[in-house]
């Protein structure tokens, strides 16, 4: 089994400035894609940003610019940096790892608990 434990989240002014992190503990062989997405209130839950394991990075529109996602594959971790906050960015944010456990396992996806995100002055 793996676990996903997030943190970083919290209340912030609009301007302002967040980390995220995810950390992956457990039985893992390799993580391939990671990604952070989120759920506004009342609405579905969306990719915000990706990154492979061979460092693609990709971002929704509404976040380009203003956030950077990371990796440390020694850590099993990834980040989010959010810059330039705004009350738009106001979600639960959750992270996904694509696992293989053993070398001849097949890719699972797992998920972070999710972490509150609050944009407001």
């Known amino acids: 089994q793996v676990q996903l434990v997030e943190s970083g989240g919290g209340l912030v002014q609009p301007g302002g400035s967040l980390r995220l992190s995810c950390a992956a503990s457990?039985?893992?062989?390799?993580?391939?894609?990671m990604g952070w997405y989120r759920q506004p209130p009342g609405k579905q839950r969306e990719l915000v940003a990706s990154?492979?394991?061979?460092?693609?990075?990709n971002y929704a529109d509404a976040v380009k610019g203003r956030f950077t996602i990371s990796r440390d594959n020694a850590k099993n971790t990834m980040y989010l940096q959010m810059n330039s906050l705004k009350p738009e960015d106001t979600a639960v944010y959750y992270c996904?790892?694509?696992?293989?456990?053993?070398?001849?396992?097949?890719?699972?996806?797992?998920w972070g608990q999710g972490t509150q995100v609050t944009v407001s002055s």
């Open positions: 996904s790892f694509d696992v293989r456990s053993g070398s001849s396992s097949l890719l699972r996806a797992y």
């Open positions: 990154i492979t394991s061979g460092d693609k990075t």
């Open positions: 457990g039985k893992i062989f390799s993580i391939n894609f």
